[in-house]
């Protein structure tokens, strides 16, 4: 599947690095989400961006930072994250804020 | 807020036995109810979906029933196959929130 593609798959970092993830949907969807996947918990909705617009923030902390350039792009930029932000984070796209989503392959982050 | 309790959290049948996995959602706006398939290692994928005005819809094998009074609404699978082995995801979507709220998961082992 080529719909919705993030980069990268497997990323290890320090909690001093920043780093950034990237989401790509050709799939002419207009709304993006940034999911974070840990074991043993359900999707955690972190961010929506709907034609551009942050419309979600999920209580995220603030080392957490997004970026939509425009409805095709998503980054999640990351800066001092600490050992239990390590999880699968999953981008996600559907049409227009409508029900039905569409996830990426994830980005498995490992944060010692 | 919205919260969506599925169980259970582990289903091991035997090759040809039917599976079954249940949900149940709170805020009752909720109108959308699509079940994702995510295999090891790769990202959720839509399998079946049903809306509010609708009691049950099946496509092959799998079908999804929806009880609006009781609040839940569950999946079946009929006739498992070991490429059915995966965690399987309910989920709940409000309109007026916008937002797609997940299950815990069930991961569904089946024994050739």
């Known amino acids: 599947e080529t719909g919705v593609t993030q980069t990268p798959r497997h990323l290890v970092m320090g909690m001093t690095n920043k780093k950034s993830l990237k989401c790509e949907q050709h799939l002419g969807h207009n709304a993006m989400y940034w999911y974070k996947q840990s074991a043993k918990k359900p999707l955690e909705l972190m961010f929506v961006y709907n034609f551009k617009e942050q419309t979600e923030n999920n209580s995220v902390p603030s080392r957490f930072s997004p970026e939509c350039p425009n409805s095709s792009h998503l980054f999640l930029h990351l800066h001092t994250l600490q050992p239990e932000d390590s999880a699968l984070y999953l981008c996600a796209s559907s049409p227009s804020g409508e029900e039905t989503q569409y996830f990426g392959p994830g980005t498995r982050l490992l944060v010692l | 807020g919205e919260n969506v309790e599925q169980h259970p959290s582990t289903l091991s049948v035997q090759e040809g036995d039917s599976a079954v996995i249940k949900c149940t959602y709170s805020d009752s706006a909720s109108n959308y109810f699509p079940w994702y398939k995510q295999e090891l290692g790769k990202r959720p994928q839509l399998i079946i979906d049903i809306r509010s005005n609708v009691g049950e819809k099946k496509d092959q094998r799998i079908a999804v029933t929806l009880n609006k009074t009781a609040k839940h609404f569950s999946l079946h699978i009929t006739e498992t196959q070991p490429e059915d082995s995966a965690v399987y995801f309910c989920?709940?979507?409000?309109?007026?929130?916008?937002?797609?709220?997940f299950g815990q998961g069930t991961t569904l082992q089946v024994k050739p």
């Open positions: 989920a709940a979507h409000t309109s007026n929130t916008g937002k797609l709220i």
